[in-house]
Antibody, heavy 121, light 108 residues
Protein backbone atom coordinates (compact mmCIF):
# COMPACT_ATOMS: atom_id res chain seq x y z
CA UNK A 1 0.00 0.00 0.00
CA UNK A 2 1.61 3.21 -1.18
CA UNK A 3 1.70 5.99 1.39
CA UNK A 4 2.59 9.64 0.92
CA UNK A 5 3.83 11.94 3.67
CA UNK A 6 4.35 15.68 3.42
CA UNK A 7 7.05 17.35 5.46
CA UNK A 8 8.33 20.89 5.88
CA UNK A 9 7.98 24.03 7.98
CA UNK A 10 4.51 24.83 9.25
CA UNK A 11 5.26 28.54 9.46
CA UNK A 12 6.77 30.69 6.72
CA UNK A 13 7.35 34.43 6.79
CA UNK A 14 5.84 36.69 4.12
CA UNK A 15 8.07 37.15 1.04
CA UNK A 16 10.03 33.99 1.85
CA UNK A 17 9.95 30.61 0.09
CA UNK A 18 7.72 27.74 1.15
CA UNK A 19 9.45 24.37 0.75
CA UNK A 20 7.73 21.01 1.14
CA UNK A 21 8.80 17.45 0.46
CA UNK A 22 6.63 14.42 -0.14
CA UNK A 23 8.06 11.02 0.70
CA UNK A 24 6.57 8.02 -1.06
CA UNK A 25 6.74 4.70 0.76
CA UNK A 26 5.50 1.23 -0.07
CA UNK A 27 5.97 1.59 -3.80
CA UNK A 28 8.02 3.06 -6.60
CA UNK A 29 7.91 6.68 -7.65
CA UNK A 30 8.21 5.59 -11.27
CA UNK A 31 5.43 5.50 -13.86
CA UNK A 32 3.24 8.10 -12.20
CA UNK A 33 2.70 11.81 -12.14
CA UNK A 34 3.12 13.41 -8.72
CA UNK A 35 1.11 16.46 -7.84
CA UNK A 36 0.63 19.17 -5.26
CA UNK A 37 -2.79 20.45 -4.29
CA UNK A 38 -3.68 22.95 -1.61
CA UNK A 39 -6.85 23.70 0.29
CA UNK A 40 -7.75 26.93 1.96
CA UNK A 41 -10.95 28.26 3.43
CA UNK A 42 -11.02 31.06 0.93
CA UNK A 43 -10.24 29.24 -2.33
CA UNK A 44 -11.20 25.64 -1.67
CA UNK A 45 -9.13 22.97 -3.41
CA UNK A 46 -6.55 24.35 -5.82
CA UNK A 47 -4.32 22.29 -8.09
CA UNK A 48 -0.78 23.67 -7.94
CA UNK A 49 0.86 21.42 -10.51
CA UNK A 50 2.49 18.08 -11.17
CA UNK A 51 5.77 16.48 -12.11
CA UNK A 52 6.70 13.26 -13.88
CA UNK A 53 9.77 11.20 -13.00
CA UNK A 54 11.52 12.59 -16.09
CA UNK A 55 11.25 16.04 -14.53
CA UNK A 56 8.55 17.20 -16.93
CA UNK A 57 6.20 19.61 -15.18
CA UNK A 58 2.78 21.21 -15.55
CA UNK A 59 2.01 24.20 -13.35
CA UNK A 60 -1.15 26.16 -12.68
CA UNK A 61 -0.71 29.43 -14.60
CA UNK A 62 -1.96 31.36 -11.58
CA UNK A 63 1.10 30.19 -9.61
CA UNK A 64 3.56 29.35 -12.37
CA UNK A 65 5.86 32.33 -11.84
CA UNK A 66 6.43 31.30 -8.21
CA UNK A 67 6.38 27.47 -8.35
CA UNK A 68 9.19 24.98 -8.79
CA UNK A 69 8.76 21.22 -8.50
CA UNK A 70 11.47 18.61 -8.46
CA UNK A 71 11.76 14.86 -8.04
CA UNK A 72 14.46 12.70 -6.48
CA UNK A 73 13.94 9.11 -7.59
CA UNK A 74 16.84 7.84 -5.45
CA UNK A 75 15.00 8.97 -2.31
CA UNK A 76 11.47 8.31 -3.59
CA UNK A 77 10.68 11.96 -2.92
CA UNK A 78 9.33 14.94 -4.78
CA UNK A 79 9.30 18.55 -3.68
CA UNK A 80 7.50 21.87 -3.98
CA UNK A 81 8.96 25.35 -3.69
CA UNK A 82 6.68 28.39 -3.72
CA UNK A 83 8.45 31.72 -3.61
CA UNK A 84 7.40 35.18 -2.43
CA UNK A 85 4.60 33.85 -0.26
CA UNK A 86 1.85 36.00 1.22
CA UNK A 87 -0.95 35.32 3.67
CA UNK A 88 -3.03 34.14 0.69
CA UNK A 89 -0.74 31.11 0.44
CA UNK A 90 -1.79 29.88 3.89
CA UNK A 91 -3.39 26.49 3.30
CA UNK A 92 -3.24 22.77 3.88
CA UNK A 93 -0.86 21.41 1.26
CA UNK A 94 -1.38 17.90 -0.06
CA UNK A 95 0.86 15.77 -2.19
CA UNK A 96 -0.80 13.14 -4.34
CA UNK A 97 -0.07 10.38 -6.81
CA UNK A 98 -1.66 10.61 -10.24
CA UNK A 99 -2.34 7.11 -11.48
CA UNK A 100 -3.20 6.20 -15.06
CA UNK A 101 -6.52 4.51 -15.66
CA UNK A 102 -6.93 3.10 -19.16
CA UNK A 103 -9.20 5.39 -21.13
CA UNK A 104 -9.59 7.75 -18.20
CA UNK A 105 -6.25 9.52 -18.01
CA UNK A 106 -4.16 10.30 -14.95
CA UNK A 107 -6.16 11.01 -11.80
CA UNK A 108 -5.06 11.64 -8.21
CA UNK A 109 -5.92 8.40 -6.47
CA UNK A 110 -3.67 8.48 -3.44
CA UNK A 111 -3.14 11.53 -1.23
CA UNK A 112 -0.94 12.39 1.70
CA UNK A 113 -2.59 13.45 4.94
CA UNK A 114 -1.79 17.10 4.24
CA UNK A 115 0.28 19.64 6.11
CA UNK A 116 -0.84 23.08 7.25
CA UNK A 117 1.43 25.91 6.19
CA UNK A 118 0.78 29.31 7.71
CA UNK A 119 2.31 32.44 6.24
CA UNK A 120 2.82 34.98 9.00
CA UNK A 121 5.52 37.17 10.45
CA UNK B 1 -9.72 27.54 -17.08
CA UNK B 2 -12.76 25.33 -16.58
CA UNK B 3 -14.91 26.49 -13.68
CA UNK B 4 -16.91 23.79 -11.90
CA UNK B 5 -20.17 24.60 -10.13
CA UNK B 6 -21.74 22.14 -7.71
CA UNK B 7 -25.30 21.95 -6.47
CA UNK B 8 -26.84 21.86 -4.05
CA UNK B 9 -24.49 23.42 -1.54
CA UNK B 10 -25.83 21.25 1.27
CA UNK B 11 -27.98 18.14 1.44
CA UNK B 12 -29.61 16.96 4.66
CA UNK B 13 -30.92 13.44 4.37
CA UNK B 14 -31.81 10.41 6.42
CA UNK B 15 -30.15 7.00 6.40
CA UNK B 16 -31.49 4.82 3.61
CA UNK B 17 -32.40 7.73 1.36
CA UNK B 18 -30.70 8.53 -1.92
CA UNK B 19 -28.66 11.59 -2.89
CA UNK B 20 -28.07 13.23 -6.25
CA UNK B 21 -25.15 15.65 -6.53
CA UNK B 22 -24.63 17.80 -9.58
CA UNK B 23 -21.46 19.21 -11.12
CA UNK B 24 -21.60 21.60 -14.05
CA UNK B 25 -18.56 22.72 -16.03
CA UNK B 26 -18.14 26.07 -17.76
CA UNK B 27 -16.72 24.28 -20.81
CA UNK B 28 -16.82 20.71 -22.03
CA UNK B 29 -14.53 18.42 -20.04
CA UNK B 30 -12.12 16.65 -22.38
CA UNK B 31 -12.54 12.89 -22.43
CA UNK B 32 -15.05 13.05 -19.55
CA UNK B 33 -12.01 13.28 -17.33
CA UNK B 34 -14.18 14.07 -14.32
CA UNK B 35 -13.57 12.65 -10.85
CA UNK B 36 -15.46 12.76 -7.57
CA UNK B 37 -13.85 12.90 -4.15
CA UNK B 38 -15.22 12.44 -0.65
CA UNK B 39 -13.63 14.44 2.15
CA UNK B 40 -14.40 13.93 5.81
CA UNK B 41 -13.41 16.45 8.44
CA UNK B 42 -9.69 16.48 9.09
CA UNK B 43 -8.94 13.99 6.31
CA UNK B 44 -7.55 14.16 2.80
CA UNK B 45 -9.94 13.76 -0.12
CA UNK B 46 -10.66 10.16 -1.10
CA UNK B 47 -11.16 9.21 -4.73
CA UNK B 48 -14.63 7.81 -5.41
CA UNK B 49 -15.09 8.00 -9.18
CA UNK B 50 -12.95 8.75 -12.20
CA UNK B 51 -13.67 9.03 -15.90
CA UNK B 52 -17.13 10.23 -14.84
CA UNK B 53 -18.51 6.75 -14.21
CA UNK B 54 -15.75 4.37 -13.06
CA UNK B 55 -15.61 3.49 -9.38
CA UNK B 56 -12.25 3.62 -7.65
CA UNK B 57 -10.90 0.57 -5.84
CA UNK B 58 -12.86 -0.34 -2.75
CA UNK B 59 -15.76 2.03 -3.37
CA UNK B 60 -19.15 0.38 -2.80
CA UNK B 61 -21.61 0.15 -5.66
CA UNK B 62 -23.96 2.46 -3.76
CA UNK B 63 -21.88 5.18 -5.42
CA UNK B 64 -22.36 5.78 -9.14
CA UNK B 65 -21.40 8.52 -11.54
CA UNK B 66 -22.70 9.66 -14.88
CA UNK B 67 -22.52 12.48 -17.36
CA UNK B 68 -20.43 13.91 -20.15
CA UNK B 69 -19.60 17.23 -21.71
CA UNK B 70 -20.53 19.85 -19.13
CA UNK B 71 -23.01 18.02 -16.88
CA UNK B 72 -22.08 15.31 -14.40
CA UNK B 73 -23.85 13.60 -11.53
CA UNK B 74 -22.81 11.59 -8.50
CA UNK B 75 -25.57 9.39 -7.10
CA UNK B 76 -25.39 7.82 -3.67
CA UNK B 77 -28.05 5.24 -2.90
CA UNK B 78 -29.04 3.83 0.49
CA UNK B 79 -27.23 6.50 2.45
CA UNK B 80 -25.34 5.44 5.54
CA UNK B 81 -24.21 7.66 8.45
CA UNK B 82 -20.58 7.21 7.31
CA UNK B 83 -21.44 8.99 4.04
CA UNK B 84 -21.57 12.32 5.87
CA UNK B 85 -18.86 14.36 4.14
CA UNK B 86 -18.14 17.02 1.57
CA UNK B 87 -18.10 15.79 -2.01
CA UNK B 88 -15.99 17.50 -4.67
CA UNK B 89 -15.96 17.13 -8.41
CA UNK B 90 -12.63 17.56 -10.19
CA UNK B 91 -11.84 17.91 -13.87
CA UNK B 92 -8.42 16.70 -14.95
CA UNK B 93 -8.85 16.84 -18.70
CA UNK B 94 -7.89 20.46 -19.25
CA UNK B 95 -4.97 22.18 -17.60
CA UNK B 96 -5.14 23.84 -15.15
CA UNK B 97 -7.05 21.08 -13.42
CA UNK B 98 -9.82 22.44 -11.24
CA UNK B 99 -12.15 21.47 -8.41
CA UNK B 100 -15.71 22.39 -7.63
CA UNK B 101 -16.63 24.15 -4.36
CA UNK B 102 -18.16 21.00 -2.90
CA UNK B 103 -21.51 19.69 -1.73
CA UNK B 104 -21.88 18.97 1.96
CA UNK B 105 -23.96 15.88 2.73
CA UNK B 106 -25.38 15.58 6.24
CA UNK B 107 -26.90 12.31 7.30
CA UNK B 108 -29.20 12.66 10.27
Amino acid sequence: QVQLQESGPGLVKPSETLSLTCTVSGGSISYYYWSWIRQSAGKGLEWIGRIYITGSTNYNPSLKSRVTMSVDTSKNQFSLRLSSVTAADTAVYYCARENYFDGSGYVSDNWGQGTLVTVSS
Amino acid sequence: EIVLTQSPGTLSLSPGEGATLSCRASHSVTGSYLAWYQQKRGQAPRLLMYGASSRATGIPDRFSGSGSGTDFTLTISRLEPEDSAVYYCHQYGNSPFTFGPGTKVDIK
